[in-house]
């Protein structure tokens, strides 16, 4: 039996998917799970939804807190630090179906590594409806820092982690905070390549991934998504991304590896240069996506000055 598991789920205003995605929890072949939801001042149905389920028989293994209001990713990093560091964590969103044996597929991985490991898998990408529309894609890797610091390819929503990895992210979650990082699932994988974890990448589908115009992110498989994140490569929006992800790293340097630790100040000086300079130091590096387009996308930005970071500039929001 391994540790309990604590799903961390951050909510807003999500009434209308709620109960799809709380009966799937509940009818999880893994049950030693809590959950805990943290609502960032739902003004709907929300809350009521939550402490209904609560009541039911059974459920006095969901619980519901308050949020800090200042978006999803500050709520994530809230919610780790409520979870028990003894046992396991597993990201949720608040709008998913997970498939019957997502919890379970993590368990029998996670339970056979010793040191920090995290288990992530693939998505079925849905629509409103819950349609399925396609497979999201695959990554193969390898998974490491050299990959973490130019691309986030781990999705949260299917994020599982051991406690020995737990314990690396509560180390990290206020400087991650006081940073404003854009995505915990990003700087989840981040900090963990980064201090060595063992990292699994599932090919298994293990939930559905809702499409809706209240997505944080949205599905990155289609022409206009990749459109869309190719332009921020080069409108400035990357580079206060990988600004704020440094220094929320440089925080706690001392959990990384020796090896990474020497390539984080090295990212820095990519940050700090522009044109050619940025780009042969990239390079140096061996910093890559997983794909060769990818790659060579964040070559051009580093080429043309527009990952050169601003430190007097404010951290972009991030909404529910």
């Excluded at 080069?234 to 440094?246: I, K, P, V």
Aim: charge should be neutral; proline fraction near 6%; include cysteine.
């Amino acid at each position: 039996m391994h540790p309990q598991i604590t799903i961390v789920m951050a909510s807003y205003n999500g009434a209308r998917y709620l109960p799809t995605q709380l009966d799937s929890i509940l009818a999880q072949t893994q049950t030693n799970w809590r959950l805990i939801v943290s609502d960032d001042g739902s003004t709907d149905d929300t809350c009521a939804i939550i402490d209904d389920y609560a009541a039911r028989p059974g459920g006095s293994r969901i619980t519901r807190i308050d949020g800090p209001r200042q978006g999803a990713t500050a709520n994530f990093l809230h919610l780790i630090l409520q979870a028990d560091p003894k046992g396991w964590i597993a990201y949720c969103d608040q709008d998913d179906l997970w498939q019957p044996d997502k919890l379970a597929r993590a368990a029998a991985h996670l339970a056979a590594q010793d040191g920090p490991a995290i288990y992530a898998a693939r998505t079925t990408v849905c629509d409103d409806e819950l349609r399925p529309l396609a497979p999201a894609p695959h990554f193969r890797g390898p998974f490491s820092l050299r990959n973490a610091l130019v691309q986030a390819c781990l999705p949260g929503n299917t994020t599982v982690a051991n406690s020995a990895a737990l314990q690396l992210l509560q180390a990290g979650a206020q400087a991650a905070a006081r940073a404003g990082v854009v995505s915990h699932d990003w700087w989840t994988y981040q900090l963990l390549s980064g201090a060595g974890a063992h990292i699994h990448r599932d090919p298994a589908q293990v939930l559905l991934y809702r499409q809706h115009q209240g997505n944080v992110m949205g599905r990155n498989d289609t022409t206009k998504a990749r459109a869309a994140r190719f332009s921020m490569l080069f409108d400035g929006t990357f580079a206060g991304w990988l600004a704020q992800n440094q220094s929320a790293l440089e925080s706690v340097a001392d959990v990384l590896t020796p090896a990474n630790r020497k390539l984080l100040q090295g990212f820095a000086e990519v940050l700090d240069a522009s044109g050619p300079a940025a780009l042969a130091r990239m390079v140096a590096l061996r910093l890559y996506r997983q794909t060769l387009p990818g790659t060579l996308a964040v070559h051009a930005a580093a080429l043309a000055g527009k990952l050169r970071r601003h430190p007097l500039s404010d951290p972009p929001e991030s909404g529910e």
